[in-house]
């Protein structure tokens, strides 16, 4: 118990002296999902035709800015998210976990408006929902249960709190994967939040 108290008490006085260069914010958002799936092709070269589907997802993030450079931030954060795919008279669904890290730039517009883009990875866990594709082709295909993904965002921010943000989500790693068969995430998305 004494080593523990011992080690966070140093924590707290080097996390205290380090943050004099540097200054936090943190923040939540909410939005929607609009997400597909590309590379759709099995071994023979069949092309499979799916549909958007419309989603959801909330989080809560938290930004960091060295002092010295004042238009570069770094953000992390935990998103909630809900995606899916139709195929013919079906639909599949997942809900994630993601937890994205990403590298901004931010540039003052006018008074109350700064302009920013940020892009970076995402790791996001499945949690739920359908585990596969069943009965689409000759075989299901799994749903994979960590994916990895490319995420880059544009956004508005008003009054230095009132963010709108619009993004875009590329998969590395396959979200559905079988014998044969393999098909990443695609997901365009609009958010918006509060930052203090």
């Not at 109350?112 to 596969?132: D, E, I, K, M």
């Amino acid at each position: 118990m004494k080593k523990t108290i011992l080690s966070l008490s140093f924590f707290l006085v080097f996390a205290l002296s380090y943050s004099q260069d540097y200054s936090f914010r943190f923040g939540a958002k909410v939005g929607f999902n609009y997400s597909d799936l590309y590379s759709m092709k099995d071994d023979t070269g069949s092309k499979y035709d799916f549909t958007a589907y419309h989603g959801y997802t909330w989080g809560a993030f938290a930004e960091m800015r060295k002092e010295s450079l004042e238009n570069l931030f770094l953000r992390g954060g935990v998103n909630f998210s809900k995606r899916g795919v139709g195929y013919g008279n079906n639909e599949t669904t997942n809900q994630y976990i993601e937890i994205p890290i990403q590298l901004g730039y931010k540039c003052k517009v006018a008074s109350f408006l700064n302009a920013y883009a940020l892009a970076g990875p995402s790791v996001q866990f499945r949690t739920y929902g359908n585990g596969y594709l069943k009965g689409y082709s000759n075989h299901d295909k799994a749903t994979q249960k960590v994916i990895g993904v490319g995420e880059a965002n544009f956004g508005l921010e008003f009054f230095k709190h009132i963010q709108v943000e619009g993004g875009y989500q590329y998969g590395f790693t396959p979200d559905y994967k079988s014998s044969g068969f393999s098909a990443k995430n695609s997901t365009f998305r609009l958010t918006f939040g509060l930052a203090f």
